[in-house]
């Protein structure tokens, strides 16, 4: 999962992004509404986490404005503001949930998870592509009942697919997903990439494949039985 941190206190800043990085998300953060602005208008993900007291902005504004750019990926509001109007007025400008701070580390890596499941379609943390069961809370993809090693950068690319079953994801947003757009590889590393998780799944499976290369455009995970060629 790539997140979008907006947080102008550098403290709370760097705790959530450590946080949420040891839970194996992908974190780019901003001090500043008018810099995290400008990240979505490049970069694509999956939950953007926003403070309130912003000193550029107040968060209300901010969601006003990140939904009047199109962008409906969902938002996670941390604050300190206890108020029941503070909480409606954020829901009603386009917030999809609202945690107070100070806030459970657990609860708050639960929250992540279960926002981004849901805005994917996904109410239960476990896709299940023939015998490939990816668990997008504990990040442990198995097949067949059998744990299947990967690294950071595999586990990544799987949810990714995961998030996105029975859609062809570009590789292009492979790379944005693993690189942000921050050292980038060339674009052929993907290939290399899946070329070794799919013998990985291979192995494990008795040779059953659950990944498609859709030539020229990107790669799908689906069942065997949907496959189209």
């Not at 969601?63 to 206890?82: F, N």
């Not at 442990?140 to 009942?145: K, M, N, R, S, Y």
């Not at 690294?151 to 062809?168: D, H, M, N, P, Q």
Request: hydrophobic residues 45%; negative net charge.
């Amino acid at each position: 999962m790539r997140i979008l941190l907006i947080e102008d206190d550098k403290a709370m800043n760097l705790n959530v992004t450590t946080l949420l990085k040891h839970a194996g998300m992908v974190v780019e953060s901003a001090l500043l509404a008018k810099d995290g602005l400008e990240l979505l208008k490049v970069y694509e993900y999956d939950l953007i986490i926003l403070d309130l007291m912003l000193p550029d902005m107040t968060g209300a504004d901010v969601l006003k404005q990140i939904r009047s750019y199109g962008i409906a990926t969902p938002i996670l509001v941390l604050s300190a503001m206890l108020l029941p109007n503070k909480k409606v007025e954020c829901l009603s400008a386009g917030a999809d949930d609202y945690l107070t701070k100070p806030f459970n580390a657990e609860e708050l890596v639960a929250r992540v998870n279960a926002i981004v499941r849901r805005s994917k379609g996904h109410a239960e943390p476990v896709v299940r592509v023939g015998k490939m069961a990816i668990n997008l809370d504990t990040k442990i993809v198995t097949v067949d009942g059998n744990v299947l090693p990967l690294t950071g950068k595999e586990y990544a690319l799987i949810e990714l697919l995961a998030l996105k079953k029975g859609s062809t994801v570009s590789k292009e947003q492979f790379l944005n997903h693993l690189y942000g757009g921050m050292d980038e590889p060339e674009v052929k590393i993907i290939d290399v990439f899946f070329c070794k998780i799919r013998s990985k799944i291979k192995e494990l499976s008795g040779g059953e494949d659950y990944i498609t290369t859709v030539w020229g455009r990107g790669y799908i995970l689906q069942d065997l039985t949907e496959k189209t060629g």
